[in-house]
């Protein structure tokens, strides 16, 4: 008997969870339990040691609620994933925000979930996320795709200074476009000038309603001229 259970455990997708309500934890560690295909490492609230004990639990899938995803350091995601080649992450009770979701992805997560997701949902995610692909909703996936084929484009981008001066920038703001121009997300951008993520957020709406932009890529795209590119 003890060898058919050791078989079995190995044979499971070993999942983590890091979820900040303990009845939702409990729940969600229930609801895997009954799936035979899962096996349920350890389910805690994060903390300074939920990295350690996610590494040592040796699992295959971390997920992470919304409160806890917040909480994380920049490099948790990053650095839990390098310990362990193949390891994955998935994000559940998430907003649909195009620039929370493109911060998950560059932290490499395989599985983004909203807030409305049902529990087969759920488990769909975990099981397509184990079998080598990803999950996300579908307008964000598009956003995604906008934001890669811009990215080239973007990324070498240059401020017209002069345009800058003549539109009445500072040079703060003109610090910012730049990062915008290169994909930074505003998370991104607080920790390179070393401000906090809400006053990068106003300085962005700020720049926004001085350029008349629709969004922060039209801002971009209104300061901004593009390096052409060199020849094949």
């Known amino acids: 008997m003890t060898a058919l259970s050791d078989t079995h455990a190995t044979r ?19 609801i895997f339990h009954k ?19 996610a590494a040592a639990s040796r699992c295959d899938i ?14 948790f995601l990053r650095e839990l994933l390098r310990l362990s080649e193949g390891r994955k992450a998935i994000l559940f009770g998430m907003e649909d925000d195009p620039e929370i979701f493109l911060q998950a992805v560059r932290s490499g997560v395989s599985g983004y979930l909203l807030g409305d997701a049902s529990a087969e949902e759920m488990i769909a ?16 996936c598009s956003h995604l795709f906008q934001f890669v084929s811009r990215a080239p484009r973007e990324g ?5 200074q002069r345009l800058c001066v003549q539109l009445g920038l500072t040079a703060r703001q003109q610090q910012l476009l730049a990062l915008l ?3 930074f997300t505003n998370k991104e951008i607080a920790a390179n000038l070393r401000l906090s993520e809400f006053t990068v957020k106003n300085h962005v709406h700020r720049i926004m309603r001085q350029l008349n932009a629709q969004s922060r890529y039209a ?3 209104t300061v901004c001229t593009h390096n052409p590119s060199p020849p094949l």
């Not at 919304?66 to 920049?74: E, I, M, T, V, Y």
């Not at 975990?126 to 999950?135: I, K, L, N, S, T």
């Not at 070498?156 to 017209?160: A, E, F, G, Q």
């Open 12 to 30: 499971a997708t070993r999942l983590f969870l890091v979820i900040e309500n303990r009845m939702l934890r409990e729940a969600m560690a229930a």
């Open 35 to 53: 799936q035979s295909e899962f096996s349920v490492t350890g389910a805690v609230p994060y903390g300074p040691n939920a990295q350690e004990q």
């Open 62 to 75: 971390l997920l992470a609620d919304r409160a806890s995803a917040a909480a994380f350091p920049d490099n």
């Open 125 to 140: 995610a975990v099981r397509r996320v184990a079998a080598g692909e990803a999950v996300c909703p579908p307008r964000l």
């Open 156 to 160: 070498s981008s240059i401020l017209n």
């Open 181 to 183: 121009a290169q994909g």
């Open 219 to 221: 801002a971009v795209q």
